[in-house]
């Protein structure tokens, strides 16, 4: 998913989970599992270990198990940005409260996604005066197909279609039903090394032509540290339509896996362009059933 962005708050920042991209590495294929579907389920003992599209930037190329089911949210997502305006310092927060990314495996290499943007609040203050936001955001729905990878080998590649529903209150979202594509690529490196590559272009209103496209690439690199916990760090590129500025982050963070099938995260993004957020930091919460 995106940063939050303070010009349509906010859009998906999920990612590439580094248990789902490091757990991989190294491991045997597992059994044909093409006969199984949503109504079908894959048995427990024949599943791929628990992967994520968060909570970097970057997102996975793996695929929920055939007939289960995958809860990733951010129990809150905060960022920061002050800089200078034509009658003083503009000073700009976005919070948001519980977003969640449902998903569901449809077939071996395929899921379907629907992101539910809870509750948003953005409020601009300068020394003069002070704008607020809030309410429910867009509705993002994707789908995930697996190119190779998935059960297995040392590269995967994924394309990922999505559709941005204009749900949003307070002007909070996109204006009109936009939509792009996501192309994926984990990558096993020594020393138990992951990583992930991401290009994306999204096809977005715009003030002068009707439709334009914003361009997208990130890379991420992550290790476990020990045990359970894992790290990453990674960069992010946004150049967005309109000749509007382009966005960059360095940010980093951490996984801990409480079960195979429950992992709690925390990171923080860093601004390193004047456009974009000055720091965003965040935890979340993810489940399998």
């Given at each position: 998913?995106?940063?939050?962005?303070?010009?349509?708050?906010?859009?998906?920042?999920?990612?590439?989970?580094?248990?789902?991209c490091?757990?991989?590495i190294?491991?045997?294929?597992?059994?044909?599992?093409?006969q199984?579907?949503?109504?079908?389920?894959?048995?427990?003992?024949l599943?791929?270990?628990?992967?994520?599209?968060?909570?970097d930037?970057?997102?996975?190329?793996?695929?929920?198990?055939?007939?289960h089911?995958?809860?990733?949210?951010d129990?809150?997502?905060?960022?920061y940005?002050?800089?200078?305006?034509?009658?003083?310092q503009?000073?700009?927060e976005?919070?948001?409260?519980?977003?969640?990314?449902?998903k569901?495996?449809?077939?071996?290499s395929?899921?379907l996604?629907?992101?539910?943007?809870?509750?948003?609040r953005?409020?601009?203050?300068?020394?003069?005066?002070?704008?607020?936001?809030?309410?429910?955001?867009d509705?993002?729905?994707?789908?995930?197909?697996?190119?190779?990878?998935?059960?297995?080998?040392?590269?995967?590649?994924?394309?990922?279609p999505?559709?941005?529903?204009?749900?949003?209150?307070?002007?909070?979202?996109?204006?009109?039903?936009?939509?792009?594509?996501?192309?994926?690529?984990?990558v096993e490196?020594?020393?138990?090394?992951?990583?992930?590559?991401?290009?994306e272009?999204?096809?977005l209103?715009?003030?002068?032509?009707?439709?334009?496209?914003a361009?997208?690439?990130?890379?991420?690199?992550?290790r476990?540290?020990?045990?359970?916990?894992?790290?990453?760090v990674?960069?992010?590129?946004?150049?967005?339509?309109?000749?509007?500025?382009?966005?960059?982050?360095?940010d980093?963070g951490?996984?801990?896996?409480?079960?195979?099938?429950?992992?709690?995260?925390?990171?923080?993004?860093i601004?390193?362009?004047?456009?974009?957020?000055?720091?965003n930091?965040?935890?979340?919460?993810?489940?399998r059933?």
């Amino acid at each position: 998913m995106k940063p939050t962005s303070f010009s349509s708050l906010p859009r998906p920042w999920w990612a590439l989970s580094l248990g789902g991209c490091l757990s991989l590495i190294g491991a045997e294929p597992n059994p044909d599992k093409r006969q199984y579907t949503l109504f079908n389920p894959v048995p427990t003992a024949l599943m791929r270990p628990m992967s994520l599209d968060r909570p970097d930037k970057t997102e996975s190329p793996y695929t929920v198990d055939a007939g289960h089911y995958q809860l990733e949210m951010d129990v809150v997502n905060y960022a920061y940005d002050s800089e200078p305006g034509d009658h003083g310092q503009v000073v700009t927060e976005a919070l948001a409260v519980a977003p969640m990314n449902w998903k569901a495996g449809l077939a071996n290499s395929v899921d379907l996604q629907v992101i539910v943007q809870t509750y948003n609040r953005l409020r601009e203050r300068t020394p003069q005066s002070e704008t607020i936001q809030s309410g429910f955001g867009d509705i993002l729905t994707r789908l995930k197909i697996n190119l190779w990878g998935n059960d297995g080998g040392t590269t995967a590649l994924a394309v990922m279609p999505y559709i941005t529903w204009p749900t949003s209150q307070d002007d909070l979202g996109a204006p009109t039903v936009e939509g792009g594509i996501i192309v994926p690529l984990a990558v096993e490196l020594p020393a138990e090394f992951g990583l992930g590559l991401m290009t994306e272009v999204d096809f977005l209103r715009s003030n002068s032509n009707g439709v334009a496209a914003a361009y997208v690439n990130t890379i991420t690199l992550g290790r476990p540290i020990y045990g359970a916990l894992s790290g990453y760090v990674e960069f992010f590129s946004e150049v967005p339509p309109d000749d509007e500025p382009w966005v960059g982050t360095f940010d980093f963070g951490f996984t801990f896996a409480l079960t195979d099938n429950m992992l709690l995260d925390a990171g923080l993004n860093i601004g390193v362009t004047r456009s974009a957020p000055d720091w965003n930091p965040f935890l979340g919460f993810s489940c399998r059933f």
